[in-house]
């Protein structure tokens, strides 16, 4: 069934190319996830202020106001 739409192309007569196998994908790395609580209070509203010192971030309790730092383990500089 042709509708005369592509009709006035050219044939290009180019070689048929075969598609390279894309390489399998790399599997997810799973981490494990804590989340932070306050050590003054035990809430779990503690957003971080600061992390320009990487693996250290710093937190601000929003129920308390107590600051405190997190380390994060296996920390790997890119």
Aim: proline content about 10%.
């Amino acid at each position: 069934m042709s509708n005369g739409f592509l009709d006035d192309l050219p044939d290009l007569h180019l070689p048929g190319k075969r598609r390279k196998k894309k390489p399998d994908k790399p599997k997810d790395k799973v981490v494990r996830y804590v989340r932070i609580r306050c050590p003054a209070c035990n809430s779990t509203n503690c957003p971080v202020y600061s992390s320009r010192d990487l693996p250290i971030r710093r937190h601000k309790c929003g129920n308390c106001g107590y600051t405190f730092k997190s380390v994060e383990e296996n920390y790997q500089p890119q």
